[in-house]
T-cell receptor, first 113, second 109 residues
Framework: DVKVTQSSRYLVKRTGEKVFLECVQD?????MFWYRQDPGLGLRLIYF???????EKGDIPEGYSVSREKKERFSLILESASTNQTSMYLC????????????FGSGTQLSVL | EDKVVQSPLSLVVHEGDTVTLNCSYE??????LLWYKQEKKAPTFLFML??SGIEKKSGRLSSILDKKELFSILNITATQTGDSAVYLC?????????WGAGTKLIIKP
């Protein structure tokens, strides 16, 4: 079974801090995604990557950046955390582009105070 | 603008009941519709539907797609407390997933 591991389940940060959320998958998937999930809004795509060193903006990239130096690792960076970035962050990977079956990590609940 | 709407937003039933969850969509270039179950944190894949009228089934769960009326339903029969979760619907439009807000299902013993 594919395993997608997110480094932290819960994280509390202060406004203005730089925050790194790490995600590692172990099935050699080309495609990796970062979503945030807020009550009543569903999953919203922040960034995605179809290859190493490649990144594409999703629907809500403002305030975020990403890094994909190795195929198995996709990092989400909050350059200067703000309270409106308090959310559940979900990483996912897939074999093929688009709507094929996604494998999700367990999520990181980030609180920015 | 592409959108996916799930209903109801939440549902409370008793163990043994049958439930039907709805997902309607308006998208520019439909490729597939997917259902996921989210317990605690990580959503897990349930079904992918691409053709109208063909039911997908897995145990007590089943789903069907109507591409003419632009909706899908997810049925769960003989519900158990372990079915309590948020059920997410997503539509692949132009290789991008559009997600609904989810239906929170609570099964009371």
């Amino acid at each position: 079974d594919v395993k997608v591991t997110q480094s932290s389940r819960y994280l509390v940060k202060r406004t203005g801090e730089k925050v790194f959320l790490e995600c590692v998958q172990d099935m050699d998937h080309e495609n990796m995604f970062w979503y945030r999930q807020d009550p009543g809004l569903g999953l919203r795509l922040i960034y995605f990557s179809y290859d190493v060193k490649m990144k594409e903006k999703g629907d809500i990239p403002e305030g975020y950046s990403v890094s994909r130096e190795k195929k198995e690792r996709f990092s989400l960076i909050l350059e200067s955390a703000s309270t409106n970035q308090t959310s559940m962050y979900l990483c996912a990977s897939s074999l093929s582009q688009g709507g094929e079956k996604l494998f999700f990590g367990s999520g990181t609940q980030l609180s920015v105070l | 603008e592409d959108k996916v709407v799930q209903s109801p937003l939440s549902l409370v039933v008793h163990e043994g009941d049958t439930v039907t969850l709805n997902c309607s969509y308006e998208v520019t270039n439909f490729r597939s519709l997917l259902w996921y179950k989210q317990e605690k944190k990580a959503p897990t894949f349930l079904f992918m539907l691409t053709s109208s009228g063909i039911e997908k089934k897995s145990g007590r769960l089943s789903s069907i797609l109507d591409k003419k009326e632009l909706f899908s339903i997810l049925n769960i029969t003989a519900t158990q407390t372990g079915d309590s979760a948020v059920y997410l619907c997503a539509v692949d439009s132009n290789y991008q997933l559009i997600w609904g807000a989810g239906t929170k299902l609570i099964i009371k013993p």
